[in-house]
């Protein structure tokens, strides 16, 4: 089942993802008007929102860093233009339910656990 783009990106559940928002008054060109910082385990995710040069439209970037080294990291960045907001969501959100869909087969958990969160113990049994 393919849920919708809307669905997906106003979709909360942070499996133990720490999310940040922000978001900025452009004043001078190319600026970042709002900025997200997803961090997961060793990666983390930025989405930004920037305004073109003429300042009249908008565009996001999507970067993913990876720590390599001590004060070293790894960068990759996608450039995603309005034109291409819902088409990419579409597939995004597409890919995702498959994943679910796929790990649900196999009767996997759909979010890797949290590294901070310890099982709970069991009750020890009262002995007569």
Excluded at 14 to 35: A, C, I, M, P
Excluded at 53 to 68: A, G, L, N, Q, V
């Amino acid at each position: 089942m393919c849920r919708s783009a809307a669905h997906f990106f106003n979709h909360q559940n942070t499996g133990g993802v720490d999310l940040e928002t922000s978001t900025t008054q452009s004043t001078e060109k190319k600026e970042e008007v709002f900025s997200r910082r997803v961090r997961a385990g060793k990666r983390t995710y930025f989405f930004d929102v920037k305004a073109t040069k003429s300042e009249k439209d908008f565009y996001i970037t999507i970067t993913e860093s990876k720590k390599i080294a001590e004060d070293e990291f790894k960068k990759h960045k996608i450039f995603l233009y309005k034109e291409d907001f819902e088409k990419f969501a579409d597939a995004l959100a597409e890919a995702v339910d498959f994943v679910h869909d796929e790990l649900g087969k196999q009767g996997l958990p759909l979010t890797a656990p949290v590294a901070d969160e310890v099982p709970a113990a069991e009750p020890a049994l009262e002995q007569a």
